[in-house]
Structure formats: C-alpha cells, structure tokens
C-alpha cells in the first residue's frame, strides 16, 4: 500500500489564499492614513474636552467671583455700621458727637494712609517678566543661527 508523499493544492487553490490574504491584511498606505485618522479625531476630542473642562472652570469662577464680590460688599456694609457703633458709643462715654465721628474718622484716615505707602512702596518693587523675556530673546537669537 502506498502513502501520498506530498499533498498537492489547485491553482484555484492558491489563488483564493492569496486574494484572502492580500484583501485580509490591509496595505502600509491604508495603515498610515487610518493612523493619521485617529490621530486627527483624537486631536479634535481632546481640543472639544479641553474646551467643555474650561467652560466649566469659567462657569465655577463665575460664581465664586460673584459670591465672594457680594460677600465682600456686605462685609464693607457691616464695617461701616460698626464704625458707626463705635463713634456712638463715643458719644454714650461723654464725647460730643462731632467729636466721636471725628476720631473714627481720623482712625480711617491713618489706616487709609498707611495701606496706601504699603502699597506704593510694594508697587515700586514690582518688577516685569524679566526672565521671560531673556529666554524669548535667547529662542529667537537660536532660530536666527
């Protein structure tokens, strides 16, 4: 009895694996554009997720500004009733009236006065962006040569 030695296959065979495997796997080209693809879609996603995050981070700014602007004003509001305590209860130790409201007054003026040539002499402290305009004149010398 004798055993085939070799198992032979069809041209039509061989021609079907062949456009099987040649339609299966795509071609370099097709890979490249199919990355340059999902590399522009990822783009835009990321671009439309750092634009949603920003507006959100503007809407809790928004609010929080606003809370703490009102805030603010109603604590203005309650020093300027508490100043008004104070110079009646000037008043109620014996003073004159012009008398108590004129040394809260002057009390405003001194602090006024002092927080002013704080922040004039810290003013003058204040320096540009030095650094960074060094390093945007050393970018722009490297790109001349």
Known sequence: MAFPTCITMSADYRDHMALTTKNSEPGLVELVRSAAADTTELVKQQIELTKTEIQQSVKT?????GLLAVGGVILGLGLIFLLVTIAYVLVQLGLQVWAGFGIVTLFLFIVGAILVMLGRK????????????????????????
Do not use: D
């Open 61 to 65: 700014a928004g609010s929080s500004f």
């Open 122 to 145: 810290r003013a003058k402290s204040v320096q540009g962006a030095e650094r960074s305009m060094a390093a945007l004149e050393a970018t722009k010398a490297t790109f001349r040569g």
